[in-house]
Nanobody, 118 residues
Framework: QVQLAESGGGLVQPGGSLRLSCAAS????????MGWYRQAPGKQRELVAT???????DYADSVKGRFTISRDADKNTVYLQMDSLKPENTAVYFC????????????WGQGTQVTVSS
């Protein structure tokens, strides 16, 4: 069973920063597009950022210039550095590992709460 172990959520004031981490198994990490999604209360889950195994990144327009996704192959870990946080960034953030080609899969972490409030 694939496990995506997330960490780094918490409470932060507006304008502050947090870094989320997601550790995966070596095999999954090496062949997956890794991503972060979030779900705010009463809203659908939405894309925050993704990074391919080759390092290509994609961001939601609302976080461009403030959030940075990166991956460390030595640690099989993907990070989401979140700067200049806003109250509207409050949500549960989920790590995702996705592969479209065979063997295809779509794995999710358990989620970590990020609360931006004064």
């Amino acid at each position: 069973q694939v496990q995506l172990a997330e960490s780094g959520g918490g409470l932060v004031q507006p304008g502050g920063s947090l870094r989320l981490s997601c550790a995966a198994s070596a095999m999954v990490f090496s062949i997956s597009k890794m991503g972060w999604y979030r779900q705010a209360p009463g809203k659908q889950r939405e894309l925050v950022a993704t990074i391919t195994s080759g390092g290509n990144t994609d961001y939601a327009d609302s976080v461009k210039g403030r959030f940075t996704i990166s991956r460390d192959a030595d640690k099989n870990t993907v990070y989401l550095q979140m700067d200049s946080l806003k109250p509207e960034n409050t949500a549960v953030y989920f790590c995702n590992a996705n592969r479209a080609r065979f063997p295809s899969y779509d794995y999710w972490g358990q989620g970590t709460q990020v609360t931006v409030s004064s």
